[in-house]
C-alpha cells in the first residue's frame, strides 16, 4: 500500500454556501445520531427480550427510513450522497469498535468542531492556470467555486472533508505521495545488528517534561517562543473573562453565543500554538543527523486522570488534592507530549529513521553517570544531584541521556518489539457494506434461555 499525506487548508465560503454546507453538516450529523438512536433502540429491546437471545443487531448503512417529507422535510434539501456518508461514518465508526480501537458509536453534538464527509460524486479539482480550483456540489444541489488557499503542494483526493470551528472553514483530505515506504519491522531490525560504539553517535533521547517541553540528549531544549507564552497567557485571562460573562447572559440568547464563539476562538489558538510547535520540534528532531529518537512511552491518558474522591471516618468527603492535581494536567496536556512524539513518529519514518519507546520506570531517578538509581537523586524539579558519585547537571538533560542509555540497550537486546497496528479503512467496494456482526458484539454478556442468567462476557 502506497504513502499518503493529509492536508488542511483554510477556506472562505460565501455567506451563501455557509449556509448550504451547514446544512450539509447539520443533515449528515442527523443521520449519523439517527444511526446511533437505532442500534441503542434494539440493543435494548434485544436485551431485554429473552426470546431474541442470539439475535443479530442490524448494523448497517439504511437510512431511507429516517427520510420523511412531513416529520424530516429538511433531508430533501441536501444531496442524496451526504446522507449516505453519514451512514457510512456510523459504519466505520462501527468498525473501529470491533477492532478495539475505540467505544460505541455515540451522539455527535451541534457544538464545537464540526464536519461533513464530501465523496468525489459532489467535488472536483479543475486545474486553471498556475492553480487550482475546487468546485462543490451537483446540477440538483450546486454550491459552486469554494475558495481555498493551499500553503503547499497537494495531489487529487478521493473524498474531502469541509469542518467549522470557531468561525472559520476548513477543507482537509489525504492524497497519494511520491515517497519510499520504510517498515518499522526492517529499521528495528537493522538497528538491533549495529554496536554500541555505532549506535552512540546517532541516537537522540528526547524527554518530557512541564517546565521544558522536550529536552534531548545533546543538550538542547524545545519549548515556546516568548511570544506564544505571552499570547496565550494574555488570551487565557480573556478566555476567563468570557467563560464568566456567558455565564450570567441568557441562554440561547445572541449575547451568549457570541460570548461562546469568543471562548472557541481562544481554544482553536492555543490548539493551533501547541500543533505548531509539535510540528517545528518533530521537523527538527527528524532533520537532525541522528536516526534513532527515543521516547519515555507516557500513558498520558491514565497521568491525566483526576483523583479519585477520598472520604473520611464519619463518612464525608475530605481533600484529595484535586486542584492541584488538575493544574499538572494542565500543564501536561499544554506541552503537546502526544503529538510530539505521534509526529515525530511518522516523519521518521519517511526518512528512513526510527522513533521508538522504553519504559518510563526510574528515568528521573537514574544517574546517567554511574547508573545508580534512587529517589533522593532527584531532589528538586530542576537539578539533579546523585547521591553516589556526587554528579550535578540539569535534571531534564540526565533524563534525555538516560533515555537514549536505555534505548541504545534495549535495541541490542531486542526489546524493541513493534505492535501489529489496527487499522479500518474507508469502504471502497458497496459490496461490503452491511455485513453482519456476530451475535454477541464485544463487551456484551450472553443468556443462556435455559437458565435465564449470564453465562460469560463475549462471544461463545
Not at 488542511?8 to 438512536?37: D, M
Not at 516523519?347 to 520506570?361: D, F, Q, S, T
Not at 546517567?368 to 532527584?378: F, I
Not at 538516560?402 to 513493534?418: A, C, F, P
Request: charged share 25%; with cysteine.
Amino acid at each position: 500500500m502506497g504513502l499518503s499525506s493529509g492536508v488542511k487548508f483554510r477556506c472562505y465560503p460565501t455567506p451563501e454556501q455557509e449556509k448550504v454546507l451547514s446544512g450539509w453538516i447539520g443533515c449528515q450529523r442527523h443521520i449519523y445520531n439517527a444511526k446511533v438512536g437505532e442500534d441503542r433502540y434494539f440493543r435494548t429491546f434485544r436485551n431485554h427480550s429473552l426470546s431474541l437471545t442470539g439475535h443479530q443487531i442490524p448494523v448497517d448503512q439504511k437510512y431511507s427510513q429516517f427520510k420523511d417529507k412531513e416529520l424530516t422535510p429538511f433531508l430533501f434539501e441536501a444531496p442524496s450522497q451526504i446522507l449516505r456518508n453519514g451512514a457510512t461514518r456510523f459504519m466505520q465508526a462501527y468498525q473501529r469498535y470491533y477492532k478495539g480501537l475505540a467505544k460505541r458509536p455515540n451522539f455527535k453534538k451541534k457544538n464545537g468542531r464540526q464536519t461533513v464527509w464530501i465523496t468525489k460524486e459532489l467535488f472536483r479539482f479543475e486545474p486553471d492556470g498556475d492553480r487550482t480550483r475546487l468546485f462543490l456540489g451537483t446540477k440538483s444541489h450546486p454550491v459552486g467555486e469554494l475558495k481555498f488557499k493551499a500553503h503547499s503542494e497537494y495531489g487529487l483526493p478521493a473524498a474531502l472533508t469541509v469542518s467549522r470551528q470557531a468561525g472559520k472553514w476548513f477543507v482537509s483530505f489525504s492524497h497519494a505521495i511520491a515517497a519510499i515506504e520504510h517498515s518499522e519491522a526492517d529499521l528495528v531490525s537493522h538497528f538491533s545488528s549495529m554496536s554500541e560504539a555505532e549506535l552512540e553517535p546517532v541516537t537522540l533521547g528526547a524527554d518530557r517534561g512541564t517546565v521544558i517541553p522536550l529536552m534531548a540528549s545533546a543538550g538542547e531544549p524545545y519549548d515556546f517562543s516568548q511570544t506564544q507564552k505571552q499570547r496565550l497567557h494574555r488570551k487565557e485571562i480573556n478566555r476567563k473573562r468570557y467563560e464568566r460573562r456567558m455565564a450570567r447572559r441568557q441562554k440561547d440568547s445572541n449575547r451568549r453565543q457570541r460570548a461562546a464563539q469568543k471562548i472557541a476562538a481562544y481554544h482553536a489558538y492555543a490548539g493551533n500554538v501547541r500543533k505548531d510547535f509539535a510540528h517545528k520540534t518533530s521537523r527538527k528532531l527528524v532533520d537532525s543527523d541522528n536516526q534513532v529518537i527515543v521516547f519515555e512511552d507516557l500513558s498520558i491518558k491514565n497521568m491525566t486522570k483526576a483523583p479519585a474522591p477520598k472520604q473520611g471516618e464519619n463518612g464525608k468527603y475530605i481533600k484529595n488534592g484535586a486542584a492541584a492535581k488538575a493544574g499538572l494536567n494542565k500543564a501536561i496536556l499544554n506541552s503537546a507530549w502526544g503529538k510530539v512524539k505521534q509526529f515525530t513518529s511518522y516523519k521518521a519514518l519517511r526518512e528512513g529513521k526510527l522513533a521508538i519507546v522504553i519504559p518510563p520506570h526510574g528515568t528521573s531517578q537514574e544517574c546517567s553517570g554511574c547508573r545508580h538509581t534512587h529517589p533522593d537523586n532527584r531532589q528538586t524539579q530542576a537539578v539533579f544531584v546523585c547521591t553516589c558519585c556526587g554528579l550535578t547537571i540539569n535534571a531534564d538533560y540526565n533524563g534525555a541521556l538516560v533515555i537514549k542509555s536505555r534505548g541504545i540497550q534495549d535495541l541490542i537486546n531486542g526489546k524493541i518489539v513493534i505492535k501489529e497496528k489496527k487499522r479500518v479503512m474507508r469502504l471502497k467496494n458497496r459490496n461490503d457494506v452491511g455485513r453482519g456482526p456476530a451475535e454477541c458484539t464485544r463487551g456484551e454478556t450472553g443468556v443462556s434461555r435455559s437458565r435465564a442468567r449470564p453465562v460469560g462476557r463475549g462471544c461463545h
